[in-house]
């Protein structure tokens, strides 16, 4: 995937972890070049760009999206604000990455698609896993037909975070919980799979004293009976591993699913092959590089993550959360 075509200029939106790893991950991404940061404020935007090599600083946001040289704008805020900063990039003529997940619930969605629609311009959710090297082969073994129809989704992502030290997680007022933190992995993946919305949704969840969710689980039901199990969680940790069941065998998506290097297909209990794709850098670079491509080739959107699709996702996890009992201010 990616090309050495003309350089691609990036600004960075924010400089929190998932923006630290984002930048380490364009390092390795052919004709990226990290040009600019964003922060509330010039010191923390020189901080971060000292240290990660991004020459120019911002003391607002705005002023990174008026950057004439950014080509495109890699939003990493809190949840709660990714509408927000997508259309400040997008108002600003810029090509947008929006990190996942796309949006606080489909009303925002369905503004930023609009938008980006009504500008002609560049917009994708960055579900990163879908572009990584032991997914794509994954799912080329299911177009396939090498386990037969895909009949059962079962995926996992948690982790045990402690509500002092990682507040951020459990702020409702940031979009807080483990379904949009890390969730919707395991939802996207099952849509993406399945190439459809859920007919129906079932689930429960543990609130926590904040009333976010702090670990559950949903069973989607897709057109043609198709079955996904999808679990989260941020105060327990799960196996990680996503298996993919069909008629004639099972695929299996070894842990951590969602920075996946190593696949399996399985028959009758014995593995029929095995694959493994070392990650090139820290795998960020795979999404960003899909990024420039679309760009190169003047294409507004992904084919593997389509905006119609982020729809579907946010919708679905609007659902679940109806479901948990989950809601977040101002809705």
């Known amino acids: 995937m990616g090309n050495a075509g003309r350089q691609i200029r990036w600004g960075i939106l924010g400089t929190g972890v998932i923006a630290r790893a984002f930048v380490e991950g364009l390092r390795h991404a052919r004709g990226a070049v990290s040009r600019a940061v964003g922060s509330r404020s010039l010191a923390t935007a020189r901080a971060f760009g000292e240290r990660h090599g991004v020459p120019v600083w911002y003391g607002s946001y705005e002023q990174l999206a008026a950057d004439p040289e950014v080509d495109v704008i890699y939003v990493a805020t809190p949840h709660a604000l990714h509408m927000e900063h997508t259309l400040l990039g997008l108002d600003a003529g810029k090509a947008v990455l929006c990190e996942k997940p796309f949006a606080l619930n489909a ?114 039901r897709f057109p043609g009976d198709g079955i996904a199990q999808a679990a989260c969680a941020i105060r327990v940790e799960t196996p990680q591993e996503a298996v993919l069941a069909g008629d004639t065998g099972v695929i299996r998506l070894k842990p951590p699913f969602w920075r996946c290097e190593r696949i399996t297909l399985e028959q009758d209990g014995r593995v029929e092959e095995e694959a493994r794709f070392p990650l090139e850098g820290n795998g960020y670079n795979y999404e960003a590089e899909a990024v420039m491509d679309c760009l190169r080739e003047g294409r507004v959107e992904h084919p593997d993550m389509p905006l119609d699709e982020s729809l579907t996702i946010t919708r679905t996890l609007d659902r679940i959360r109806s479901i948990w009992g989950v809601r977040y201010p101002g809705e």
């Not at 980006?116 to 299911?142: G, H, N, S």
């Not at 948690?158 to 939802?187: I, N």
């Not at 849509?191 to 904040?210: D, Q, R, Y």
């Open 107 to 220: 009303s925002q969605a369905e503004r930023m698609i609009r938008r980006a629609r009504e500008a002609r311009l560049f917009l994708m959710e960055a579900m990163w896993t879908r572009f990584l090297p032991a997914v794509r082969v994954a799912r080329r073994w299911l177009a396939e037909g090498r386990i037969g129809s895909l009949r059962l989704v079962q995926a996992d992502f948690g982790f045990r975070a402690e509500r002092g030290e990682e507040p951020k997680l459990f702020d409702p007022t940031l979009g807080g919980g483990a379904l949009l933190d890390v969730g919707c992995y395991p939802v996207s993946l099952a849509c993406w799979l399945f190439g459809a919305e859920p007919v129906e949704i079932t689930g429960c969840a543990a609130l926590g004293p904040t009333g976010v969710d702090e670990w559950g689980a949903a069973v989607l």
